[in-house]
């Protein structure tokens, strides 16, 4: 799976960024996509995903500020934006896009490379 990730960039506090990413390739029917992030010294952790069944999921420090959404194109490529808003300078990290591949006894991840998001105070 070919991951092609957009947007991003710098925003005051309180402001708002979408982040978009098109995944490629040999797609499983049964599939996850979204975004973590990694700030500097600290792990990658989840952002939010969402399931190829239309369930979502958000870690608490994004619930109500963010929104996950994907779309399938006609070319069988799928896309999910990240809506980013009432950034806050804590959400300053490098977010990647993320695909998970869901076979029946394990999970095949995919990486995009990573976008700079800087939110200023």
């Known amino acids: 799976v070919q991951l092609q990730a957009s947007g991003g960039g710098f925003v005051q506090a309180g402001g708002s960024l979408r982040l978009s990413c098109e995944a490629s390739?040999?797609?499983?029917?049964?599939?996850?996509m979204g975004w973590y992030r990694q700030a500097p010294g600290q792990a990658r952790e989840l952002v939010a995903h969402?399931?190829?069944?239309?369930?979502?999921?958000?870690?608490d420090f994004v619930k109500d500020r963010f929104t996950i959404s994907r779309e399938k194109e006609d070319s069988g490529k799928v896309t999910v934006n990240l809506q980013m808003t009432s950034l806050k300078p804590e959400d300053t990290a490098v977010y990647y896009c993320?695909?998970?591949?869901?076979?029946?006894?394990?999970?095949?991840?995919?990486w995009g490379k990573g976008t700079q998001v800087t939110v200023s105070s």
């Open positions: 993320n695909w998970k591949n869901l076979a029946r006894v394990r999970e095949y991840h995919y």
């Open positions: 390739g040999s797609m499983f029917s049964r599939n996850v």
């Open positions: 969402v399931t190829s069944g239309g369930d979502t999921k958000y870690t």
